[in-house]
């Protein structure tokens, strides 16, 4: 099973569209899927329209050891995709997890019964460098790194790196950084903005060319497509799914 995380230490970075996005084309390629909601926003459980209801167990109770993994899992409308929810009082977990001792290690604990049930588990974190964060970097064998376009989202990705970096000296992650993806790609007819071609020319050279994946453009078919919970190629731009063939290319070199 390969864990994988969409983590930016900012807001607005496109951690929660890479991550639903990405969980559908691996759902639809065949591989068995399970989306982690990690972050206490929880649009990513409103995305894969589920609703919790107040007596149903989420990443909160699983995180207390309250529930088993079996029991904080749903099934979502797209086949071969469960979910594990969050709502508002996922943030409750953050004083659990910094007075356990092992706070960086206690997700990963609990998703290890989905080894053997689950092929890929995509976790959607919290824009804040929190208890959680740690815990999902803690979690993950590889990290995908959604980053804008921009000098924030370029600061996002210095910050990004330096937590996975500092959690591994430690000896409390493995996490390897799988790509970069820059997002909100502005364009202006055929050609990229100054900004964005300054900003991901300098991600480049933070992380090498090697690391980088195809930009997601700015585009309104990316809202539509998670808000409608249908594909890019539903929606008659097959063009702009091409960073997440990309990405699922390198996520099957990884699992071989």
């Known amino acids: 099973m390969l864990s994988l995380a969409s983590l930016s230490l900012s807001g607005g970075q496109g951690k929660t569209t890479v991550a639903v996005l990405l969980s559908k084309y691996l759902a639809r390629a065949g591989y068995t899927v399970l989306v982690v909601d990690a972050d206490p926003q929880s649009n990513l459980t409103t995305f894969l329209k589920h ?3 107040p007596d149903q167990p989420t990443l909160l109770e699983l995180y207390r050891k309250q529930v088993s993994l079996e029991d904080a899992t749903y099934p979502t409308e797209t086949e071969n995709l469960f979910l594990i929810p969050s709502d508002d009082g996922l943030d409750q977990v953050q004083d659990y997890l910094a007075s356990s001792g092992v706070g960086a290690l206690a997700l990963g ?3 290890e019964p989905a080894a053997g049930v689950f092929d890929v588990v995509v976790i959607d974190s919290p824009p804040q460098r929190s208890q959680i964060c740690k ?9 995908i ?3 804008e376009a921009t000098v924030k989202g370029y600061g996002s990705l210095v910050r990004t790196i330096e937590a996975i970096s500092e959690l591994k000296e430690d000896g409390a992650s493995r996490a390897e950084v799988l ?10 007819g055929r050609t990229r903005t100054k900004e964005s071609e300054m900003v991901i020319g300098e991600m480049a050279t933070e992380v090498g060319e090697k690391t980088m994946f195809p930009s997601i453009r700015e585009s309104e078919k990316y809202k539509q497509a998670i808000s409608q919970g249908v594909l890019l190629e539903d929606l008659g731009t097959p063009d702009l799914a091409y960073p997440f063939e990309a990405l699922i290319d390198r996520i099957q070199e990884v699992l071989k």
């Open 51 to 53: 609703s919790v209801e």
């Open 145 to 147: 790194i959604p980053c």
């Open 179 to 188: 790509g970069v993806i820059p997002f909100r790609d502005r364009w202006v």
């Open 109 to 111: 604990k609990r998703l």
């Open 135 to 143: 815990s999902i970097i803690g979690a993950t064998h590889q990290v």
